[in-house]
């Protein structure tokens, strides 16, 4: 158990310095230059210099980036060049908008998924499976960032019922988690449902029945918890994408989360805050697959006691 | 048949599943009765369709399949009562122990409380359900029950598992016992040892059993009345020792010859020739044909129906006056 942890930690580790190498040389190639960006169109090119040369940017690329290994290695992330202060203060002030948007948008695919794979597994091939089926390919298939934009304007501007933007009350909340949640929903529902039609078909389900339990009382006290490792680590990996998919929502919403960070920062080369969500975000991620990992053990007596006698 | 009438009796039993084209008769016309307080033997190669009879008789069948005739318990039909009667009687009149006593129990549940689950459901205060729990375990022959009630199956081993199953059937205070080959999932060292106790249960109990082996000697040990199936139909049927002493079916005769004597436990001395027949896709006439020495043409075009050869022993074989002991 502690050596599983150990190890992807390790692995975790890895990621995390992938991911920084990948944006670092991303952001580079891409076109543009902070200090012209920051000086304006009527700036000097000897101004410009001089702020390159300030930035560091006028020194190899390669040199750049070991410098930021180096620092981030002292948990250095940089300063932002927009807001002039360090990068991952700037970070973290928007993180906690997100977090709010992805767990509430956890909570309502873990609550719908789980409760449609249930009643769609309940009688495999049913018209409640079928149903079910369909909505979960139509989940899946819709582009987030068109859902948001058919919410917003169903709910927003022709039936007046939920802000259309930003944040404030619960009802701001309302249309943006449910955008990010229905693809995840589709997925927790089709993993639910092959999860409890699975475990339906296992012998102790026999057993169950011949206890004289109905199936209602089979589904809930045996299947149920059966069918939930699969179920709840999937949840776990899926979150990560989930944050890939708030960034999209946040920008449909004008949600001051990460990611509409991230894209504001992008467009003004504001390298050390793209630097430094990106590098929160797969923090994030590898914790929450290694969650996931360990969630196996926690669900499973088999694995939690230990050994086979 | 004893004095007591039987607890169960089945009369052209058939069980239906979708073929190729039609619906099959796997288990065809078959009929069978458990005694008050007796076992009752059900032996048949793999595939003839003995947990097919054990699920009708508890009612649980594959979806896809249909049962039709007759299933008696007391004086109740069986077929024709409602789906919430049938669940009421499981586990309370008419209880099931599955082959492999690990993928049987649940993985996630505790020994005891899958055990009590039963009690529980019927409302017994939480004490008293642990108290039986208990009971249950102790009779079924589990140490220091008190502390292995709360070790979940994976703790156990094969022989414990299949005792806690046991227990677990036990649970209800059923009537009628389905034992599923409860022990060839099992150690050799222990399917004796589980034999011993399923029997000793049942007579301490007064119940009746249902025990669903392929293993002739596990029968003759435990078993008083004997039915042997061949691709879902009866061959022969009546009281254990007499239909061992003199076999009056060719094929129970050949079950007989193929199983080593006892005492030299080696390979069986004349294994039984040719493979055997598929219920779902049955040899004209008698199914047993194409293996049966005292085949003839009317065996082939035929179906040989049951007849009481003398009292309480029935045999469908066309010939059966001619196999010899
Ligand atoms: N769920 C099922 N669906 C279709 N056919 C089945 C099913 N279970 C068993 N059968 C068929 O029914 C026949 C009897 O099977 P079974 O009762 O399990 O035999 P046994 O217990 O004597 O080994 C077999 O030929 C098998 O192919
Ligand atoms: S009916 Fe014919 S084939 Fe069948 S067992 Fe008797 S003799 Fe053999
Ligand atoms: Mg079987």
Redesign the pocket.
């Known amino acids: 158990m502690t050596g599983l942890v150990i190890r992807r930690l390790a692995v975790g580790m890895f990621v995390l310095w992938g991911a920084v190498t990948l944006m670092f040389a991303l952001l580079r190639m891409a076109p543009g230059d902070p200090a012209t960006l920051m000086l304006g169109p009527d700036a000097t090119s000897a101004e410009v210099d001089a702020l390159r040369t300030e930035l560091g940017l006028d020194r190899g690329v390669f040199a750049q980036y070991l410098t930021y290994l180096g620092q981030i290695a002292r948990l250095d992330f940089g300063d932002s060049y927009r807001f002039n202060l360090p990068a991952m203060d700037v970070v973290l002030d928007r993180l906690q908008a997100t977090v709010e948007l992805t767990v509430t948008a956890t909570v309502i695919a873990a609550v719908a998924g789980l409760t449609l794979g249930m009643l769609a597994g309940y009688r495999p091939n049913g018209r409640l499976d079928r149903t079910v089926s369909g909505l979960t390919i139509l989940l899946q298939g819709m582009p987030t960032f068109w859902v948001g934009i058919m919410l917003v304007l169903l709910f927003s501007a022709t039936l007046h019922l939920l802000p259309s933007s930003s944040v404030g009350t619960p009802q701001h909340m309302i249309m943006p988690a449910v955008t990010l949640s229905l693809p995840f929903t589709a997925i927790v529902a089709r993993i639910a449902r092959t999860s409890v039609v699975d475990s339906m078909q296992e012998p102790y389900v026999q057993t169950a029945y011949s206890k004289g339990l109905s199936r209602f009382q089979v589904l809930t006290g045996h299947v149920l918890r059966n069918s939930l490792t699969p179920v709840v680590t999937i949840i776990g990996l899926q979150m990560g994408a989930l944050l890939g998919g708030a960034v999209i929502v946040e920008n449909v919403f004008a949600w001051p989360g990460l990611g509409s960070l991230i894209v504001e920062s992008v467009a003004n080369r504001d390298y050390s805050v793209v630097q430094a969500a990106v590098l929160l975000i797969a923090a994030v991620v590898v914790v929450l697959n290694l969650l996931a990992d360990l969630s196996y053990s926690l669900l499973d007596p088999r694995i939690r006691t230990g050994g086979n006698r | 048949m004893t004095a007591a009438g039987p607890l169960i009796e089945a009369r052209d039993l058939s069980v239906h599943?979708p073929g190729a084209e039609t619906m099959t008769p796997?288990i065809d016309k078959v009929d069978f009765t458990v005694g008050e307080g007796r076992t009752t033997g059900l032996i048949?190669e793999?595939?003839?369709?003995?947990?097919?009879i054990a699920s009708a008789v508890i009612g649980l069948l594959?979806e896809?399949a249909t049962v039709s005739g007759e299933l008696r318990l007391r004086d109740e039909e069986l077929l024709t009562a409602g789906e919430k009667r049938r669940r009421n009687l499981r586990g309370h009149e008419i209880a099931m122990i599955f082959q492999d006593p690990l993928s049987a129990l649940n993985p996630a549940q505790r020994i005891g409380r899958q055990v009590g689950e039963i009690l529980r459901r019927d409302g017994l205060p939480r004490g008293e359900v642990d108290r039986a729990v208990v009971g249950l375990l102790d009779q079924a022959g589990i140490p220091d029950p008190e502390r292995r009630m709360r070790a979940y199956p994976h703790q156990f081993s094969g022989g414990m598992r299949q005792r806690a199953m046991i227990a677990l059937a036990l649970a209800g205070s059923p009537s009628l016992v389905l034992a599923d080959e409860p022990t060839t999932a099992l150690d050799v060292t222990v399917q004796a040892r589980i034999l011993r106790l399923l029997a000793s249960i049942q007579a301490a109990r007064g119940m009746s059993m249902l025990l669903v082996s392929h293993d002739l000697r596990v029968m003759s040990h435990v078993s008083h009345d004997l039915v042997v199936l061949y691709a879902?139909r009866v061959c022969e049927r009546g009281p254990t020792k007499r239909v061992l002493g003199r076999p009056r079916h060719p094929y129970t005769k050949a079950l007989l010859a193929s199983v080593p004597a006892v005492r030299e436990a080696s390979v069986p001395a004349d294994p039984l020739p040719g493979a055997p027949a598929?219920?779902?896709a049955r040899p004209s006439g008698c199914a047993f044909h194409p293996r049966c020495p005292l085949a003839r043409e009317r065996c082939k075009v035929e179906v040989p129906l049951a007849r009481e050869i003398e009292p309480g022993r029935f045999s469908a074989c066309h010939f059966a006056e001619e196999v010899t002991p």
């Open positions: 599943l796997v048949g793999s595939g003839s369709g003995k947990t097919m594959p896809a879902g598929n219920p779902m």
